[in-house]
């Protein structure tokens, strides 16, 4: 059959999905047009190419499906051409054409990667249509499962950033296009809001995904210890060391998390910053510095320019570590995700020990209205001492405004008047941290957003301690013993 014979009665092809686009390359202008009306009339989009060299710019459009392509091109070979698609393309569903087709040049074009093979002079119209369709869906269902295993990923690492509103949905697709980035990132945010849940979503969406995420809290490493923490110490380097290779070297391929980044010593700054620009570190006691492979995401409450521009962080390491910024939004600016993340919790902390399935419209309206100064971790705190205590399988208003740590409770049990001096402000802000949390040093520290070791250091500026306990602070040696178990863990 001619070419041109295959322009008979069209009108007998049903339409195919019209959001499918075709590429024909062949060196015959009769064939390309003769092709491109019973595809164009079947639905799809048509674009047609007598040589490789033309084809060039639809080849490159990301919507591009199906390519048919004729085994000879004048003086150049379809092969090589699908030899590249294959190579550079793999997802473009290729159809080879020729008018010298035998069972060998058959086999080794679907060897080199083609869907089908199509013999001329074409005999069946509607053999051309159906495989033309059949590659379509194979088009789309490679498509489909390339972003279902995307979903996939990114549910896997956004595990617990629950939210719809504009800023976590802003924040998703930020982490979403870091997902091939390996610059080093910080996050700002307040304390509560989930910076290392954002920390560990960027290393599990990263190419650093399979190495580990170990996360340092910067505030809790005193500073006697902190540099062996970090960068590690040879045996005998000092009195009692028995040898650690340092968290930087065990995040060696993966991802660093520094925690609260603002309370690392300047002793410290110095070192982090030559680890970071020569990608080694130098433990305690070593005569030579070990390299080192890592990505380091830091976050902070604090504002590291202002601390710059004070003269309490190093500019040079504050630019190493700003590569990428992101703002983590407090929960006060997505007051819309209330619902969710209660719903969330709620699912989060439901066994068998107790009997709540759900929660009253008032109590919503009570965690709605609330301020959350310690936002995502306090009102995950509040659901979670609610499901404890609570009598009935609903959780009530009452089970907020009466529970200790709660905002109404804390406004209402006390003082708001607040003197201007700042040393005034920060004793009563520790004050009244420690009695919401009961005397509880920890709990009033993630209160106020501080480390522990800086809570204990203004406690003994104020000459205040944990109520009902003394004030007493952990030793080095069972820190450092604990902060490395916990990495192992």
């Known amino acids: 059959m001619a070419p041109s014979d295959l322009a008979v009665d069209l009108d007998d092809l049903p339409a195919a999905d019209p959001q499918s686009l075709v590429l024909l390359i062949d060196d015959e202008p009769l064939l390309l047009n003769s092709l491109q009306r019973i595809l164009m009339r079947s639905g799809h989009r048509v674009v047609s190419a007598e040589s490789a060299d033309a084809a060039e710019p639809t080849l490159a459009d990301p919507d591009l499906d199906v390519v048919l392509l004729d085994l000879q091109l004048g003086q150049t070979s379809g092969l090589d051409l699908l030899e590249r698609l294959s190579r550079d393309r793999p997802e473009l569903v290729v159809i080879m054409m020729t008018g010298h087709g035998t069972i060998e040049s058959a086999v080794g074009c679907i060897r080199r990667g083609a869907f089908d093979y199509l013999e001329k002079p074409f005999d069946d119209i509607h053999r051309i249509r159906t495989t033309v369709r059949q590659a379509v869906e194979r088009r789309r269902l490679v498509r489909r499962n390339r972003e279902l295993e995307e979903e996939l990923r990114d549910r896997a690492s956004n595990p617990e950033l629950v939210g719809n509103s504009p800023a976590m949905r802003t924040l998703a697709r930020t982490i979403h296009s870091l997902r091939h980035n390996e610059s080093h990132v910080l996050l700002q945010g307040e304390s509560g809001t989930g910076k290392e849940l954002v920390a560990r979503a960027i290393h599990a969406s990263s190419p650093r995904s399979s190495a580990q995420f170990v996360p340092v809290d910067c505030g809790a490493l005193p500073e006697t210890i902190i540099e062996s923490e970090l960068f590690g110490h040879q045996k005998g380097a000092f009195t009692g060391a028995t040898g650690s290779a340092g968290l930087f070297r065990i995040a060696d391929g993966g991802s660093l998390f520094l925690d609260e980044i603002g ?10 910053l030559r680890a970071l620009q020569q990608k080694e570190v130098r433990p305690v006691g070593a005569t030579r510095a070990l390299s080192v492979d890592i990505r380091v995401i830091s976050a902070t409450h604090r504002d590291l320019a202002g601390m710059v521009d004070d003269g309490d962080f190093r500019m040079d390491l504050f630019y190493r570590l700003n590569v990428v910024r992101i703002e983590i939004p407090s929960l006060r600016e997505r007051r819309e995700d209330i619902p969710l993340l209660a719903r969330h919790f709620l699912r989060k902390y439901r066994n068998e020990n107790t009997r709540v399935e759900a929660m009253d419209d008032e109590a919503l309206e009570v965690l709605m209205e609330a301020d959350w100064p310690g936002n995502v971790r306090e009102l995950e705190n509040a659901i979670e001492s609610a499901m404890a205590l609570a009598t009935s399988e609903r959780l009530k208003a009452s089970d907020f405004t009466a529970r200790r740590g709660s905002r109404s409770a804390v406004a209402a049990a006390l003082p708001v ?44 500026k104020h000459g205040l301690s944990p109520r009902g306990s003394a004030l007493v602070e952990p030793g080095p040696v069972r820190l450092a013993t604990d902060r490395a178990s916990s990495v192992r863990r």
Do not use: F, H, N
Not at 263 to 272: F, G, I, L, R, T
Not at 429 to 447: K, S, T
């Open 263 to 272: 309370e690392v010593p300047p002793s410290v700054q110095a070192k982090m």
């Open 417 to 460: 008047d607040l003197p201007i001096s700042l040393d005034s402000y920060e004793r009563r802000a520790i004050e009244r941290a420690l009695a919401a949390c009961d005397g509880d040093a920890v709990g009033a520290a993630r209160l106020l957003g501080i480390g522990r070791s800086t809570l204990y250091r203004k406690l003994a």
